[in-house]
């Protein structure tokens, strides 16, 4: 996942103006194969990743709502049991990438990809959020 990312997504991606990958089918396939848990030195790469796709714009907090909720959800509920998926400062990321969706996206649609995460993931969230709120202010989450 972190080839396919480098290579088409991520920075000056070689392949991301090629016309025979498609940047929005490649984006696709790394969010659905989200969080990468078969190699923790992968999975580290594609945490981080997502967090520069987001935090660069290349994936849109509201149009990815649910995605975005999803895979840090479960990222972090896994780095809860053990896992490791991202480290202390790609985590931290996961925080602002969180609290910017509190602010942009519409309260509803942002209670509702919340909602439809599993307990431990919501649980996940509410506890790396309340972690790092001194950081970002007091911004309502769900």
Request: net charge negative; glycine share 6%; with cysteine.
């Amino acid at each position: 996942m972190s080839a396919l990312a480098s290579l088409t997504l991520i920075g000056a991606a070689p392949l991301k103006s090629s016309h025979f990958v498609k940047p929005d089918v490649a984006l696709q396939i790394f969010l659905n194969n989200l969080p990468v848990r078969e190699d923790y030195d992968e999975a580290k790469i594609c945490s981080a990743g997502l967090c520069d796709l987001c935090e660069n714009g290349v994936i849109p907090l509201d149009f990815r709502c649910g995605e975005l909720y999803r895979i840090i959800g479960e990222t972090l509920a896994l780095i809860e049991a053990d896992e490791d998926l991202a480290t202390q400062e790609t985590i931290a990321r996961f925080a602002g990438i969180l609290f910017r969706m509190y602010q942009e996206i519409p309260r509803d649609r942002s209670e509702a990809a919340f909602s439809a995460l599993s307990v431990d993931a919501q649980g996940a969230v509410q506890k790396v959020t309340a972690q790092y709120a001194h950081q970002f202010g007091n911004v309502v989450t769900p």
